[in-house]
């Protein structure tokens, strides 16, 4: 069974420009999260999306959007990109809210 | 605030040895607890669970204790080996009753296995 994957793998924007991501989930698994990964911070919960709906929140700016289609694949949007906003972001998926998670390979996103 | 704290940051052993990484928490509504594995260019791999109602969880060399009265629980490797090098991520959730999930992670504790 093929894994989470992630796309783009890597991203160089400027500051002010705005960036979509792209997860396809588990084949089966309906149940998307979005992390954003850094040095100082960590992994931070940004949201979770389950049968096209958002579920769960975390506390990040309203820069950062997200949606889940019919076939639970998940786009993330950051738009208005500030530097700080560099950073791994992974997304994770599962069968249901409550199942285990299962993370991809992470988009590297660097804003110059 | 930091609801899951983890301990120590960083942590080197010989092959063989048998190294335990901390975590304690904060919110007494956290019900699950995963352990997860990175290594450079990769996203986290989960390793293993433990749930409250055990105080202690084997998967291969890899053990989970838990002690829930303290809200601390703890991560050992048997046998550590060089391939086990990589960071390791501590985290929780209060996900039972499906209206909160959410994974709230320890800072990480990169391991380095000597040969």
């Known amino acids: 069974k093929a894994g989470v994957t992630q796309t783009p793998r890597y991203l160089i924007k400027t500051r002010g420009q705005q960036v979509t991501l792209s997860c396809s989930p588990i084949?089966?698994?309906?149940?998307v999260s979005w992390y954003q990964q850094t040095p100082g911070q960590g992994l931070q919960f940004l949201f979770e999306?389950?049968?096209?709906?958002?579920?769960n929140k975390g506390n990040f700016p309203g820069r950062f959007s997200g949606r889940q289609f019919s076939n639970s694949r998940s786009e993330m949007n950051v738009s208005t990109l500030e530097l700080g906003d560099s950073a791994l972001y992974l997304c994770?998926?599962?069968?249901?809210?409550?199942?285990?998670?299962?993370f991809g390979p992470g988009t590297r996103l660097t804003v110059l | 605030q930091q609801q899951v704290k983890q301990s120590p940051q960083s942590l080197i052993v010989q092959k063989g040895g048998i190294p335990i990484i901390n975590c304690a928490y904060e919110n007494t509504a956290f019900d699950y607890f995963p352990w997860y594995q990175q290594f450079p260019g990769k996203g986290p791999a989960l390793l293993i669970a433990i749930r409250p109602d055990v105080s202690e969880k084997k998967e291969g060399r890899f053990t989970i204790s838990f002690n829930k009265s303290a809200k601390q629980f703890s991560l050992h490797i048997m046998d550590s080996q060089p391939g086990d090098s990589a960071t390791y991520f501590c985290?929780?959730?209060?996900?039972?009753?499906?209206?909160?999930?959410?994974?709230?992670f320890g800072k990480g504790t990169l391991l380095t296995v000597n040969p």
């Open positions: 084949s089966g698994h309906r149940s």
């Open positions: 999306y389950f049968s096209e709906t958002q579920r």
């Open positions: 994770a998926s599962s069968l249901g809210p409550i199942n285990e998670q299962f």
């Open positions: 985290a929780a959730s209060e996900g039972s009753g499906g209206s909160n999930y959410k994974l709230t």
